[in-house]
């Protein structure tokens, strides 16, 4: 139950959580009465001095904690803060007595001495190049990661999503986010052209910017594709990206340019049935492969010499005896397709509800039982195996269960 929300100003007690677990942190000025905080943190060092806002909850097995909304780096303010966090294994190798060395040596000034000339700590007793080497790149991989962060929540970005962008770019966050922010649509899991349009703009990306015209082009071709759509025609690409971007046409078509430049979509001919001719389509660059890749199957499956004889004996007139004998009127259409499934090797039925799809299967079923053919009734889900089986009174299976694959194990059901 939340009791009230609010900002705290606090250091890490400790750090024996991982980065999603559970941490002690002592509020400032009651250092000696340590609470819980939960959360999403990185590098959650000893000694590091946060700000932290969020909202206080009472847990039904630990009690009250503080629950992390967002967070940012503060410096430690005294001489004794800045021995413990510098000491707390932030950098491999550097202890408590050698980090009060160094404070003692440079008092408020020791910050500054390591980001800008750390070989001043070679006066230090202990010290050598060797060890200034590790500190100067622990400390590097530390200030990239405090600034990244300050850089990124000024940019607008919770705690939370903050992580996951410099767990993937590290020290390289801001010169990628800075010149290209919509790579992180591409390369963060969760980020999307929207939330990366949003960054874009705090970071002061151009509206007209190439990157945001490609980026915008790709979510539209991804939103089609959550509809059932591999590919779009591309002049329906241009005007609904320029409508979303709200830039030119022109400029969408430029873009599309590019992106078939670097390979990133594919453009081929396509047969529309809605217009009845070929237009120029765009494919992102994973499901044109995955298309191209279908075609060599059932080019493989159409070729493949075995497995059709036995079929071959039945007839049209057989066909038609069943259909009138189990009541079902097809018409022309289902009966060519029925047909057409048992002659041919692959054969795609298709169509809106209530067009006869059901009807057309389950009169290709019984045509098979009643010439003595075993059918083997296959969907994708099992869900989707319930549906056939209910629709034609035969047993469906998933397809992974009948070729006996399971992702665990050897890759087979026992």
Request: glycine share 10%; net charge positive.
């Given at each position: 139950m939340t009791t009230y929300r609010g900002s705290i100003k606090a250091i890490v007690f400790h750090n024996k959580a991982d980065n999603f677990g559970t941490l002690s942190f002592a509020i400032d000025g009651h250092e000696d009465e340590p609470i819980r905080a939960v959360g999403i943190l990185v590098d959650p060092q000893k000694g590091a001095r946060l700000e932290i806002d969020g909202e206080w909850v009472s847990h039904p097995k630990h009690g009250a904690q503080f629950k992390i909304n967002q967070f940012s780096f503060l410096k430690p303010e005294s001489i004794e803060k800045q021995v413990v966090f510098l000491g707390s294994g932030l950098i491999?190798?550097?202890?408590l007595s050698t980090a009060a060395k160094i404070v003692e040596k440079f008092g408020d000034k020791t910050f500054d001495i390591l980001d800008k000339t750390p070989e001043r700590l070679l006066a230090i007793p202990g010290i050598g190049q060797k060890k200034l080497d590790v500190i100067i790149g622990d400390w590097k991989k530390h200030r990239g990661m405090r600034e990244a962060f300050i850089s990124l929540q000024a940019w607008g970005v919770p705690s939370a999503l903050a992580v996951k962008i410099y767990d993937r770019y590290k020290e390289l966050t801001i010169p990628i986010i800075s010149a290209n922010p919509y790579k992180l649509a591409e390369d963060v899991w969760g980020i999307g052209f929207v939330t990366a349009d949003k960054i874009a703009q705090?970071?002061?990306i151009k509206h007209?910017?190439?990157d945001r015209i490609d980026s915008g082009i790709i979510h539209v071709l991804q939103k089609h594709a959550e509809n059932g759509h591999t590919c779009?025609?591309?002049?329906?690409?241009c005007t609904d990206s320029a409508q979303i971007l709200g830039v030119p046409v022109a400029d969408v078509d430029k873009g599309?340019?590019?992106l078939v430049l670097t390979k990133k979509c594919f453009r081929d001919q396509v047969y529309w049935w809605t217009t009845d001719q070929a237009e120029e389509a765009?494919?992102?660059a994973q499901f044109f492969f995955e298309e191209a890749k279908l075609?060599?199957?059932?080019?493989?499956l159409r070729q493949c010499p075995n497995g059709?004889?036995?079929l071959d004996s039945i007839t049209d007139e057989f066909i038609s005896q069943v259909a009138g004998k189990t009541e079902i009127k097809l018409s022309d259409s289902q009966s060519q397709a029925v047909a057409g499934a048992i002659h041919n090797k692959i054969s795609i039925l298709s169509g809106g509800p209530g067009t006869g799809k059901t009807t057309t299967l389950r009169v290709l079923v019984q045509i098979c039982e009643l010439s003595d053919r075993k059918v083997l009734l296959v969907s994708p889900t099992g869900r989707a195996a319930k549906r056939l089986a209910s629709s034609t009174g035969n047993e469906a299976s998933t397809v992974h269960r009948a070729l006996g694959f399971s992702p665990e194990g050897e890759g087979v059901y026992p």
């Open positions: 491999h190798g550097l202890g705090a970071v002061g007209s910017s190439q779009m025609p591309r002049n329906l690409l599309i340019d590019r765009i494919f992102l075609v060599q199957l059932l080019k493989r059709r004889s036995s």
